[in-house]
């Protein structure tokens, strides 16, 4: 894959790499008029995805670049890092996208945990001044890291109490644990645990025991932009994968600002769509002006979508050409 790389802040780890011309004239040159960022998970960085090179593909076809960010908490670094400093970075990217590249306009799209940051970057800071606008929201694979761990960690857990003490006490960034080899024997301060396992945590958004109002209080801010939601079916960080499709469905009713019982009905009239190639909606806007919402379960699809690549580009293609569309009238 070509590209160019971007320093877009003076730490060590603020680059990004943006492939693909995002209709610029000329093929591809240094202007990026709009951005496809995407924002990878735990212990990931650039070209993590095995999706990467069909979704550069999907951007182009809808005049986008892809942006690939790395955050100081990409790789190791998110045993120490925050959602707010995450924010605070791609902040820093749109800033440079607009200043450096000429960007009009940006689509975040968050995998796993970085799907947590495209949803603070949103509640936080998109209307942040010289940043390139924001056009529209995708999470992809957004799950619990409070469920994940339970699960697969639950040592890591077991260390909350004290991780507690330590963030009452003022000691959050203490180390606590170096996390294990799966997760790259990252370092983990007191701060971060709390945030990745406690309930109602800063990190905990996609809980599948949250209740309907909880999920709003964290996506409902989610509900004046275009929203695509893409889940797999087989994702082995979900408690129960039978209950995917109503979780997703759940999401969306929160991140619409409405109760789950509305956004249903919304969702038979034409909204919504829970399986992998959904139809595609004519405008940026849904049915009462609301701005687009799709989502999207891809059937035996794992947590990164490895062997079901050419169906997240497809479903984010769709999504980036619909939400260029101009509103539909009437």
Same mark, same amino acid.
């Given at each position: 894959?070509?590209?160019?790389?971007? #320093?877009?802040?003076?730490?060590?780890?603020?680059?990004? %790499?943006?492939?693909?011309?995002?209709?610029?004239?000329?093929?591809?040159?240094?202007?990026?008029?709009?951005?496809?960022?995407?924002?990878?998970?735990?212990?990931?960085?650039?070209?993590?995805?095995?999706?990467?090179?069909?979704?550069?593909?999907?951007?182009?076809?809808?005049?986008?670049?892809?942006?690939?960010?790395?955050?100081?908490?990409?790789?190791?670094?998110?045993?120490?890092?925050?959602?707010? @400093?995450?924010?605070?970075?791609?902040?820093?990217?749109? #800033?440079?996208?607009? /200043?450096?590249?000429?960007?009009?306009?940006?689509?975040?799209?968050?995998?796993?945990?970085?799907?947590?940051?495209?949803?603070? %970057?949103?509640?936080?800071?998109?209307?942040?001044?010289?940043?390139?606008?924001?056009?529209?929201?995708?999470?992809?694979?957004?799950?619990?890291?409070?469920?994940?761990?339970? #699960?697969?960690?639950?040592?890591?857990?077991?260390?909350?109490? $004290?991780?507690?003490?330590?963030?009452? $006490?003022?000691?959050?960034?203490?180390?606590?644990?170096?996390?294990?080899?799966?997760?790259?024997?990252?370092?983990?301060?007191?701060? #971060?645990?709390?945030?990745?396992?406690?309930?109602?945590?800063?990190?905990?958004? %996609? !809980?599948?025991?949250?209740?309907?109002? $909880?999920?709003?209080?964290?996506?409902?801010?989610?509900?004046?932009?275009?929203?695509?939601?893409?889940?797999?079916?087989?994702?082995?960080?979900?408690?129960?994968?039978? $209950?995917?499709?109503?979780?997703?469905?759940?999401?969306?009713?929160?991140? !619409?600002?409405?109760?789950?019982?509305?956004?249903?009905?919304?969702?038979?009239?034409?909204?919504?769509? !829970?399986? @992998? /190639?959904?139809?595609?909606?004519?405008? @940026?806007?849904?049915?009462?002006?609301?701005?687009?919402?799709?989502?999207?379960?891809?059937?035996?699809?794992?947590?990164?979508?490895?062997?079901?690549?050419?169906?997240?580009?497809?479903?984010?293609?769709?999504?980036?050409?619909?939400?260029?569309?101009?509103?539909?009238?009437?």
């Amino acid at each position: 894959m070509q590209g160019w790389l971007i #320093r877009y802040g003076p730490g060590p780890a603020q680059l990004a %790499f943006r492939s693909g011309s995002g209709g610029a004239s000329g093929g591809g040159g240094p202007r990026t008029p709009r951005a496809l960022v995407l924002v990878a998970g735990l212990t990931d960085g650039l070209m993590a995805l095995p999706y990467v090179p069909q979704l550069e593909a999907a951007a182009e076809a809808a005049g986008y670049s892809l942006v690939q960010a790395q955050l100081s908490s990409s790789y190791q670094g998110w045993g120490v890092g925050c959602l707010d @400093a995450d924010a605070e970075e791609i902040l820093a990217l749109a #800033r440079h996208l607009a /200043a450096e590249l000429g960007c009009e306009g940006m689509v975040v799209m968050g995998h796993s945990t970085g799907a947590q940051d495209a949803v603070r %970057f949103c509640e936080r800071l998109q209307s942040a001044e010289g940043a390139a606008p924001l056009e529209g929201i995708i999470l992809q694979g957004p799950v619990s890291d409070r469920e994940w761990l339970a #699960r697969f960690h639950p040592d890591l857990l077991a260390l909350l109490p $004290e991780a507690r003490r330590a963030v009452a $006490e003022g000691r959050g960034d203490q180390i606590i644990a170096r996390a294990p080899c799966d997760l790259g024997a990252a370092p983990l301060c007191a701060a #971060r645990l709390v945030a990745l396992g406690e309930r109602l945590g800063d990190d905990d958004m %996609f !809980s599948t025991d949250l209740t309907p109002d $909880e999920l709003r209080a964290r996506l409902g801010h989610l509900a004046p932009h275009p929203l695509l939601l893409i889940q797999s079916g087989a994702d082995e960080c979900v408690p129960r994968t039978e $209950e995917i499709p109503k979780l997703g469905a759940r999401l969306i009713a929160a991140a !619409s600002g409405k109760s789950e019982a509305s956004a249903a009905q919304s969702g038979a009239a034409g909204g919504a769509q !829970s399986k @992998a /190639a959904a139809g595609k909606e004519p405008a @940026a806007r849904g049915g009462g002006g609301a701005p687009l919402r799709r989502h999207v379960v891809i059937p035996g699809a794992l947590h990164n979508a490895r062997g079901m690549e050419a169906e997240v580009a497809a479903a984010v293609g769709a999504f980036l050409a619909a939400i260029k569309l101009p509103p539909a009238e009437g």
